[in-house]
């Protein structure tokens, strides 16, 4: 398979599972949560995956995906606080979602481009 095709393929899969989470009830997770990543470009470019009602965003389409991209935690105290599994980095804490999602967007791992229909260990 060549990489072009392999590129539509994976863009392709991660359109798919957005327009799915875009159609979600509240009852998965916040559908505020999932418009306001999608509003930002370089973010609908990743493959989205929720677990316990958070999104997560994978440079990759298949288990085990990326951990190095930012993700919004909302804090009881109301806001969200911005933090990057791969390497437990804080950056930064926002009142709003469209303010969290701006702050990962501005911190995507250098070189990350959109997902690749792959897991991790193909990067």
């Keep these: ?26 009852e998965v997770i916040d559908p505020e949560v999932v ?23 994978s440079r990759c389409t298949q288990y085990p995906w990326t951990h190095d991209v930012g993700t919004a935690f909302p804090q009881a105290s109301g806001g969200y606080r911005v933090r990057r599994q791969s390497d437990n980095t804080l950056p930064g804490v926002t ?22 229909d792959g897991t991790a260990n193909d990067l």
């Excluded at 095709?5 to 509240?26: E, P």
């Design 1 to 26: 398979m060549t990489d072009k095709r392999s590129s539509r393929n994976a863009a392709d899969i991660v359109a798919a599972q957005w327009q799915a989470f875009l159609a979600f009830s509240d």
């Design 35 to 57: 418009r306001a990543a999608y509003a930002q470009p370089p973010l609908r470019e990743l493959f989205p995956a929720i677990s316990h009602g958070v999104l997560y965003l």
């Design 95 to 116: 009142e709003t979602l469209e303010e969290a999602y701006r702050l990962i967007a501005a911190n995507l791992p250098e070189g990350c481009g959109p997902a690749i």
